[in-house]
């Protein structure tokens, strides 16, 4: 089965600051990789998704992530964040391909900007 | 963007009382998930349907707990005979094409058994 490790639990930074989320995973075969975020009273909601090509992938709100398949990781990053991206963030695998339903998340990362 | 709903948002029970938690999908779509968190854990996967039947269950996805589509809209799961480890906020989800899709959650429903 797969598995998902996020190194951080919470991290806070400034406005302006760069931002870096860890996100390891543990599988085998091929996946489908996933960040979400949660604000602060809303429901999980898609920042980018990887499921194959270029392994760079460009997400909503300035996010983007790089999937190394020999490191197993898939991290998040921004080059500048701002206090509206203060949420929690969720890295997720899905097992590629057809019979698979399920996503596995990590634990999450809660990050808090300050103005 | 068009939205998952679930009622209620938050539901208090007694050990051994049955709970229907309800979700309205999204119009269109065909593909329904339960998830849950337990506080400070990781969210995990229950269930997907598509089609009525059940496509993928999770291990916690025992005995106790059922999922129907009783009409066009609606999307609920059951827990027959709930325990004090069933208190968790559950989100339901939905996706038009299936696992490729992007998945649209609800807000979940905060269900704290006593």
């Known amino acids: 089965a797969q598995s998902v490790s996020q190194h951080n639990h919470h991290v806070i930074l400034s406005e302006a600051a760069s931002l870096e989320l860890g996100c390891n995973y543990s599988?085998?075969?091929?996946?489908?990789l996933f960040w979400y975020v949660q604000y602060p009273g809303q429901h999980l909601q898609l920042l980018l998704k990887?499921?194959?090509?270029?392994?760079l992938v460009k997400g909503i709100k300035g996010f983007e992530a790089e999937f190394i398949k020999s490191k197993f990781s898939f991290n998040l990053r921004k080059p500048s964040v701002q206090w509206s991206d203060t949420a929690e963030y969720f890295c997720?695998?899905?097992?590629?391909?057809?019979?698979?339903?399920?996503?596995?998340f990590g634990k999450g990362t809660k990050l808090s900007v300050i103005p | 963007e068009p939205e998952v709903t679930q009622t209620p948002s938050h539901q208090v029970t007694q050990m051994g009382q049955e709970v229907i938690l309800r979700c309205v999908p999204i119009?269109?779509?065909?593909?329904f998930y339960w998830y849950r968190q337990i506080l400070g854990q990781k969210v995990e996967f229950l269930v997907s349907?598509?089609?009525?039947?059940?496509?993928?269950k999770s291990e916690i996805f025992d005995d106790q707990f059922s999922v129907e589509r009783p009409d066009g809209s609606n999307f609920t799961l059951k827990i027959r005979s709930t325990k004090l480890e069933d208190s968790a906020m559950y989100f339901c989800?939905?996706?038009?094409?299936?696992?490729?899709?992007?998945?649209?959650f609800g807000s979940g429903t905060q269900l704290s058994v006593l």
């Open positions: 989800a939905s996706s038009s094409r299936g696992f490729n899709e992007k998945l649209f």
């Open positions: 599988y085998g075969g091929t996946v489908n």
């Open positions: 990887y499921f194959s090509g270029d392994p």
């Open positions: 997720a695998v899905k097992r590629s391909g057809a019979g698979s339903y399920q996503l596995t």
């Open positions: 119009s269109n779509h065909l593909y």
């Open positions: 349907f598509y089609n009525n039947e059940i496509s993928e």
